[in-house]
Protein backbone atom coordinates (compact mmCIF):
# COMPACT_ATOMS: atom_id res chain seq x y z
CA UNK A 1 0.00 0.00 0.00
CA UNK A 2 1.43 3.40 -1.00
CA UNK A 3 2.58 5.43 1.69
CA UNK A 4 2.55 8.89 -0.41
CA UNK A 5 0.68 11.97 0.40
CA UNK A 6 -2.74 11.85 -1.85
CA UNK A 7 -4.13 15.20 -3.40
CA UNK A 8 -8.11 15.72 -4.71
CA UNK A 9 -8.22 17.45 -7.49
CA UNK A 10 -11.64 18.53 -8.84
CA UNK A 11 -12.04 21.06 -11.98
CA UNK A 12 -15.47 20.49 -14.10
CA UNK A 13 -14.86 22.33 -17.74
CA UNK A 14 -13.95 22.13 -21.30
CA UNK A 15 -11.04 21.24 -23.02
CA UNK A 16 -9.00 24.54 -22.58
CA UNK A 17 -9.77 24.89 -19.11
CA UNK A 18 -8.91 21.66 -18.16
CA UNK A 19 -5.46 21.81 -19.20
CA UNK A 20 -4.81 24.82 -17.92
CA UNK A 21 -5.66 22.95 -14.33
CA UNK A 22 -2.60 20.32 -14.99
CA UNK A 23 0.35 22.47 -13.53
CA UNK A 24 -1.31 22.07 -10.62
CA UNK A 25 -1.03 18.43 -11.10
CA UNK A 26 2.09 18.62 -11.92
CA UNK A 27 3.78 20.50 -9.27
CA UNK A 28 1.49 18.32 -6.56
CA UNK A 29 3.39 15.45 -8.35
CA UNK A 30 6.36 17.14 -8.05
CA UNK A 31 6.20 17.34 -4.81
CA UNK A 32 5.49 13.76 -3.75
CA UNK A 33 1.96 13.33 -3.72
CA UNK A 34 -0.29 10.47 -5.84
CA UNK A 35 -2.56 12.94 -7.62
CA UNK A 36 -6.32 12.30 -8.48
CA UNK A 37 -8.26 14.07 -10.73
CA UNK A 38 -11.80 14.33 -10.79
CA UNK A 39 -13.57 15.86 -13.84
CA UNK A 40 -14.29 15.13 -17.60
CA UNK A 41 -12.45 12.09 -18.17
CA UNK A 42 -12.45 12.68 -21.81
CA UNK A 43 -10.13 15.18 -21.13
CA UNK A 44 -8.07 14.14 -18.10
CA UNK A 45 -7.03 10.54 -20.01
CA UNK A 46 -4.38 13.31 -21.21
CA UNK A 47 -3.15 13.96 -17.64
CA UNK A 48 -3.09 10.39 -16.63
CA UNK A 49 -1.08 9.31 -20.03
CA UNK A 50 1.25 12.36 -19.58
CA UNK A 51 2.18 10.99 -15.82
CA UNK A 52 0.54 13.78 -14.22
CA UNK A 53 -2.66 12.06 -12.43
CA UNK A 54 -2.33 8.80 -11.00
CA UNK A 55 -6.22 8.47 -11.46
CA UNK A 56 -8.82 10.03 -12.83
CA UNK A 57 -12.71 10.23 -11.25
CA UNK A 58 -15.48 11.46 -13.50
CA UNK A 59 -17.46 14.27 -12.06
CA UNK A 60 -20.39 12.46 -11.37
CA UNK A 61 -18.66 10.73 -8.88
CA UNK A 62 -17.45 14.04 -6.31
CA UNK A 63 -20.09 13.70 -3.96
CA UNK A 64 -18.29 10.25 -2.93
CA UNK A 65 -15.02 10.67 -3.69
CA UNK A 66 -15.09 13.61 -1.13
CA UNK A 67 -15.92 11.11 1.95
CA UNK A 68 -12.77 9.60 1.31
CA UNK A 69 -9.58 10.83 3.01
CA UNK A 70 -6.97 12.73 1.41
CA UNK A 71 -4.56 15.25 2.61
CA UNK A 72 -5.33 17.63 0.32
CA UNK A 73 -8.09 18.36 -1.98
CA UNK A 74 -8.09 21.30 -4.36
CA UNK A 75 -11.89 22.08 -5.57
CA UNK A 76 -11.81 24.62 -8.32
CA UNK A 77 -15.36 25.73 -8.61
CA UNK A 78 -17.97 28.78 -7.44
CA UNK A 79 -18.59 26.53 -4.64
CA UNK A 80 -15.01 25.46 -3.87
CA UNK A 81 -12.18 26.60 -2.38
CA UNK A 82 -10.47 27.76 -5.13
CA UNK A 83 -12.52 30.15 -7.62
CA UNK A 84 -11.82 29.18 -11.58
CA UNK A 85 -10.89 32.38 -12.28
CA UNK A 86 -9.29 35.12 -10.61
CA UNK A 87 -10.61 38.96 -9.71
CA UNK A 88 -8.02 40.64 -11.70
CA UNK A 89 -6.33 39.75 -15.10
CA UNK A 90 -3.73 37.01 -14.51
CA UNK A 91 -2.80 33.81 -16.46
CA UNK A 92 -4.65 31.33 -15.76
CA UNK A 93 -1.98 28.25 -14.76
CA UNK A 94 -0.24 30.96 -12.73
CA UNK A 95 -3.04 32.59 -10.59
CA UNK A 96 -3.88 28.47 -9.37
CA UNK A 97 -0.39 28.16 -8.42
CA UNK A 98 -0.18 31.29 -6.68
CA UNK A 99 -3.20 30.93 -4.59
CA UNK A 100 -2.23 27.38 -3.63
CA UNK A 101 1.65 29.37 -2.97
CA UNK A 102 3.32 27.28 -5.30
CA UNK A 103 6.22 28.49 -7.13
CA UNK A 104 5.39 29.54 -10.56
CA UNK A 105 7.28 26.83 -12.11
CA UNK A 106 5.90 24.16 -14.22
CA UNK A 107 6.31 22.20 -18.07
CA UNK A 108 5.52 24.06 -20.94
CA UNK A 109 4.92 21.14 -23.12
CA UNK A 110 3.31 17.95 -22.25
CA UNK A 111 4.44 14.51 -23.00
CA UNK A 112 2.02 12.64 -24.72
CA UNK A 113 3.18 9.21 -26.07
CA UNK A 114 2.02 9.75 -30.16
CA UNK A 115 2.64 6.96 -32.71
CA UNK A 116 2.20 8.97 -35.51
CA UNK A 117 5.17 10.17 -37.70
CA UNK A 118 6.05 13.90 -37.92
CA UNK A 119 5.33 15.20 -41.48
CA UNK A 120 6.94 18.82 -41.64
CA UNK A 121 4.76 20.71 -44.03
CA UNK A 122 1.39 19.46 -42.73
CA UNK A 123 -0.10 22.62 -41.44
CA UNK A 124 -3.90 22.29 -39.49
CA UNK A 125 -6.32 24.75 -39.67
CA UNK A 126 -8.99 24.69 -37.19
CA UNK A 127 -11.61 28.21 -37.72
CA UNK A 128 -14.14 26.87 -35.05
CA UNK A 129 -14.22 27.08 -31.07
CA UNK A 130 -16.85 26.11 -28.32
CA UNK A 131 -18.67 29.58 -29.41
CA UNK A 132 -19.44 31.27 -32.13
CA UNK A 133 -18.89 34.51 -31.02
CA UNK A 134 -14.80 33.51 -30.31
CA UNK A 135 -14.75 33.04 -34.13
CA UNK A 136 -13.26 34.77 -36.53
CA UNK A 137 -15.03 34.64 -40.29
CA UNK A 138 -14.06 31.83 -42.19
CA UNK A 139 -12.52 33.43 -44.95
CA UNK A 140 -9.80 34.73 -42.67
CA UNK A 141 -8.75 30.68 -42.61
CA UNK A 142 -8.99 30.11 -46.43
CA UNK A 143 -6.90 33.47 -46.78
CA UNK A 144 -4.43 31.83 -44.66
CA UNK A 145 -4.42 28.42 -46.53
CA UNK A 146 -3.97 29.88 -49.56
CA UNK A 147 -0.77 31.38 -48.11
CA UNK A 148 0.36 28.11 -47.23
CA UNK A 149 0.00 26.41 -49.71
CA UNK A 150 2.21 28.88 -51.69
CA UNK A 151 4.78 28.19 -48.89
CA UNK A 152 4.76 24.59 -49.63
CA UNK A 153 2.47 23.17 -46.62
CA UNK A 154 -0.25 20.32 -47.02
CA UNK A 155 -3.16 22.18 -45.26
CA UNK A 156 -5.60 20.27 -43.86
CA UNK A 157 -9.05 21.30 -41.68
CA UNK A 158 -9.36 20.05 -38.11
CA UNK A 159 -13.51 19.35 -37.26
CA UNK A 160 -15.17 18.19 -34.40
CA UNK A 161 -18.46 18.40 -33.05
CA UNK A 162 -18.27 22.12 -32.46
CA UNK A 163 -17.46 22.24 -36.48
CA UNK A 164 -20.00 20.33 -37.75
CA UNK A 165 -20.84 23.25 -39.92
CA UNK A 166 -17.65 22.71 -41.62
CA UNK A 167 -18.26 19.06 -42.92
CA UNK A 168 -20.28 20.54 -46.28
CA UNK A 169 -17.82 23.33 -46.69
CA UNK A 170 -14.08 21.43 -46.80
CA UNK A 171 -12.86 18.24 -48.21
CA UNK A 172 -9.53 18.92 -46.80
CA UNK A 173 -10.91 18.05 -43.95
CA UNK A 174 -10.44 15.59 -40.68
CA UNK A 175 -12.98 15.03 -38.24
CA UNK A 176 -12.49 13.65 -34.74
CA UNK A 177 -14.74 13.67 -31.87
CA UNK A 178 -12.04 11.14 -29.65
CA UNK A 179 -9.69 13.71 -28.15
CA UNK A 180 -6.60 10.98 -28.49
CA UNK A 181 -7.06 10.80 -32.09
CA UNK A 182 -7.23 14.19 -31.81
CA UNK A 183 -4.15 14.73 -29.96
CA UNK A 184 -2.14 12.19 -32.39
CA UNK A 185 -3.08 13.85 -35.49
CA UNK A 186 -1.50 17.79 -33.86
CA UNK A 187 1.58 15.74 -33.55
CA UNK A 188 2.12 15.15 -36.97
CA UNK A 189 1.53 18.95 -37.83
CA UNK A 190 4.44 21.40 -37.53
CA UNK A 191 1.88 24.40 -37.88
CA UNK A 192 -1.72 25.05 -36.28
CA UNK A 193 -3.80 28.10 -36.37
CA UNK A 194 -7.15 28.56 -34.42
CA UNK A 195 -9.12 30.41 -32.03
CA UNK A 196 -9.04 30.84 -28.68
CA UNK A 197 -10.39 27.11 -28.22
CA UNK A 198 -9.53 23.69 -26.26
CA UNK A 199 -7.94 22.61 -29.71
CA UNK A 200 -5.45 25.27 -29.53
CA UNK A 201 -4.61 24.80 -26.07
CA UNK A 202 -4.06 21.12 -26.78
CA UNK A 203 -2.15 22.20 -29.82
CA UNK A 204 0.57 24.90 -27.81
CA UNK A 205 0.75 22.62 -25.19
CA UNK A 206 1.86 19.40 -27.39
CA UNK A 207 4.90 21.62 -28.56
CA UNK A 208 3.51 22.67 -32.18
CA UNK A 209 3.94 26.05 -33.23
CA UNK A 210 0.56 27.38 -32.59
CA UNK A 211 -1.00 30.75 -34.06
CA UNK A 212 -4.53 31.93 -31.98
CA UNK A 213 -6.23 34.29 -33.05
CA UNK A 214 -7.94 36.00 -29.81
CA UNK A 215 -10.73 38.55 -30.47
CA UNK A 216 -13.62 39.04 -27.57
CA UNK A 217 -12.07 36.58 -25.28
CA UNK A 218 -9.14 37.54 -23.07
CA UNK A 219 -5.45 36.24 -24.04
CA UNK A 220 -3.82 37.21 -20.19
CA UNK A 221 -6.47 34.93 -18.69
CA UNK A 222 -6.85 32.07 -21.50
CA UNK A 223 -3.50 32.05 -23.14
CA UNK A 224 -2.49 28.10 -23.95
CA UNK A 225 0.41 26.56 -22.39
CA UNK A 226 3.76 26.60 -24.72
CA UNK A 227 6.71 27.82 -25.62
CA UNK A 228 5.66 27.96 -28.95
CA UNK A 229 2.62 29.58 -28.84
CA UNK A 230 1.55 32.91 -31.08
CA UNK A 231 -1.54 35.05 -30.15
CA UNK A 232 -2.46 37.09 -32.65
CA UNK A 233 -4.89 40.37 -31.44
CA UNK A 234 -5.68 43.52 -32.31
CA UNK A 235 -4.91 46.37 -29.95
CA UNK A 236 -8.52 47.78 -29.70
CA UNK A 237 -9.67 49.26 -26.00
CA UNK A 238 -13.10 47.30 -26.60
CA UNK A 239 -11.42 44.34 -25.63
CA UNK A 240 -11.79 41.69 -24.28
CA UNK A 241 -15.67 41.98 -24.15
CA UNK A 242 -16.50 38.36 -24.23
CA UNK A 243 -19.66 37.35 -23.60
CA UNK A 244 -21.27 40.26 -24.22
CA UNK A 245 -19.67 40.75 -27.97
CA UNK A 246 -20.78 43.67 -29.95
CA UNK A 247 -22.60 43.24 -33.80
CA UNK A 248 -19.80 44.54 -36.01
CA UNK A 249 -16.58 42.82 -34.07
CA UNK A 250 -13.98 45.03 -35.19
CA UNK A 251 -11.77 42.48 -33.52
CA UNK A 252 -12.31 40.06 -36.19
CA UNK A 253 -11.32 41.99 -39.24
CA UNK A 254 -10.11 39.45 -41.18
CA UNK A 255 -7.96 41.71 -43.59
CA UNK A 256 -6.43 43.03 -40.33
CA UNK A 257 -5.66 39.55 -38.55
CA UNK A 258 -4.31 38.37 -41.96
CA UNK A 259 -1.85 41.02 -41.83
CA UNK A 260 -1.09 39.84 -38.68
CA UNK A 261 -0.93 36.49 -38.78
CA UNK A 262 1.90 36.88 -41.96
CA UNK A 263 3.99 39.06 -39.74
CA UNK A 264 3.76 36.25 -36.63
CA UNK A 265 4.49 34.02 -39.07
CA UNK A 266 7.56 35.54 -40.71
CA UNK A 267 8.82 36.19 -37.09
CA UNK A 268 8.21 33.04 -36.20
CA UNK A 269 10.22 31.25 -38.67
CA UNK A 270 11.87 33.89 -41.39
CA UNK A 271 13.81 35.92 -38.78
CA UNK A 272 14.94 32.94 -37.21
CA UNK A 273 17.47 29.66 -37.65
CA UNK A 274 14.07 27.70 -36.45
CA UNK A 275 12.84 25.02 -38.66
CA UNK A 276 9.21 23.76 -39.04
CA UNK A 277 10.20 20.33 -38.30
Given amino acids: MSSSKRVLIYRRGALGDTLLTFPLAEVFKNLG ?28 FFENLCK ?73 FEKIEAFLKKEGFDVIYLAGEAENWLLSLKSNLFYSVDILEIANFLKRASLFIGNDSGISHLSGYLGIH ?6 PSDEIIFRPIGERVHIIKRDLPCRPCFPEVCEDRPCFDDKELFRLFIKSFQNAFTSSSESFS
Fill in 33 to 60: YEVIFCGNTDYLILAKLSGLADEIISSE
Fill in 68 to 140: KNFDRKVIISKWGNLNPFPKERMWLPEYYLKSLSFPLKFSQTLYFPNKEAKKPNLAILHPGSGSPKKNPPLKL
Fill in 210 to 215: TFVFFG
